[in-house]
Nanobody, 122 residues
């Protein structure tokens, strides 16, 4: 099973940028499909972006044009977030072991990191 550890969260002002990282270890088969999700208190976890081993990507509408998901050759996962808005404030989670292709559904991933907090102030 793959292990995931997120980092790079923090506090920024609206309009700023952050780059989240997800360090990956474990069986490479589980990293073919990976994604970033986020969750705020009282709300369900929602998908932000997904990527496959070919580099194909998929974004939720709110992330298009502002966020970029990427993977390096070591299968580590990244999320570059630009033009951040207060509504982007959430705990961000890295997900792997996706079994249904590029997907932003939480039930399509079997491995999760512990999350990293992102806070955007106005």
């Amino acid at each position: 099973q793959v292990q995931l550890v997120e980092s790079g969260g923090g506090s920024v002002q609206a309009g700023g940028s952050l780059r989240l990282s997800c360090a990956v270890s474990g069986y490479s088969y589980d990293t073919r499909y990976m994604g970033w999700f986020r969750q705020t208190p009282g709300k369900e976890r929602e998908g932000v972006a997904a990527i496959d081993d070919s580099g194909y990507t998929f974004y939720t509408n709110s992330a298009k044009g502002r966020f970029t998901i990427s993977k390096d050759t070591a299968k580590n996962l990244y999320l570059q977030m630009n033009s951040l808005k207060p509504e982007d404030t959430a705990i961000y989670y890295c997900a792997a072991d996706g079994r249904v292709g590029l997907s932003l559904r939480t039930d399509h991933y079997n491995s999760w990191g512990q999350g990293t907090q992102v806070t955007v102030s106005s």
